[in-house]
């Protein structure tokens, strides 16, 4: 059984940067990991994925700013935030699949983090 667990969330100022990681526990290859957001009063919405290929994906408005990474051997995923705006605010959800996978709908998900950026 494959548990997620986030940590690094917390307040900043706008401009300022933050680390989300992300370890796996259970022994399981997890082809996908990645990180999902939400804010309130809007639906979930992938923040970037990554496969164990190399491969990655951002969503647009986060490109540049944010870099995603991973440690394969030890199941830990990273969310580097960097230039944080005001609608970065959000819940951010681990997930990973042990299948390549880049969508909606993933295996396994975090318990979320809050990241609160402050003007």
């Known amino acids: 059984q494959v548990q997620l667990v986030e940590s690094g969330g917390g307040e900043v100022a706008v401009g300022g940067s933050l680390t989300l990681s992300c370890t796996a526990t259970?022994?399981?290859?997890?082809?996908?990991m990645g990180w999902f957001r939400q804010a309130p009063g809007n639906e979930r919405e992938l923040v970037a994925i990554?496969?164990?290929?190399?491969?990655?994906n951002y969503q647009q408005s986060v490109k540049g700013r944010f870099t995603i990474s991973r440690d394969n051997a030890k199941n830990i995923v990273y969310l580097q935030m960097n230039r944080l705006k005001l609608e970065d605010t959000a819940v951010y959800y681990c997930i990973a699949d042990s299948r390549n996978r880049i969508g909606t709908k993933y295996d396994y998900w975090g318990q979320g983090t809050q990241v609160i950026v402050s003007a």
């Open positions: 259970g022994n399981s290859e997890l082809r996908t």
């Open positions: 990554t496969h164990s290929s190399g491969n990655t």
